[in-house]
């Protein structure tokens, strides 16, 4: 599972780019958390938590079912 979510990371992953962002994957639980660390110019950004959520968390669910939740660390 967790070479999976690091699938669908990399998909995303230019468009972070093209803002100065990047996403870094931490971990995924057995019970389907997986834990992302926001990096570059998504670290401080207002719009974090909808980038977060609209973006990262729907694209890995998309690709990844077996994900239930997307956290920060």
């Known amino acids: 599972m967790k070479e999976d979510v690091q699938k669908a ?3 995303i992953r230019p468009h972070l ?3 100065g962002g990047d996403v870094e994957l931490v ?3 057995e019970d389907g958390v997986a834990k992302v660390k926001l990096l570059g110019a ?3 950004c207002p719009m974090r938590e909808m980038t977060l959520t609209q973006g990262i968390t729907r694209f890995i ?3 990844v079912p077996q994900i239930k939740e ?3 660390v």
Request: charged share 50%; net charge negative; glycine share 6%.
């Open 42 to 44: 998504c670290e401080g």
């Open 9 to 11: 990371l990399e998909e």
């Open 27 to 29: 971990d995924v639980t």
């Open 61 to 63: 669910k998309k690709k």
């Open 70 to 72: 997307v956290q920060t």
């Open 17 to 19: 780019k093209a803002d």
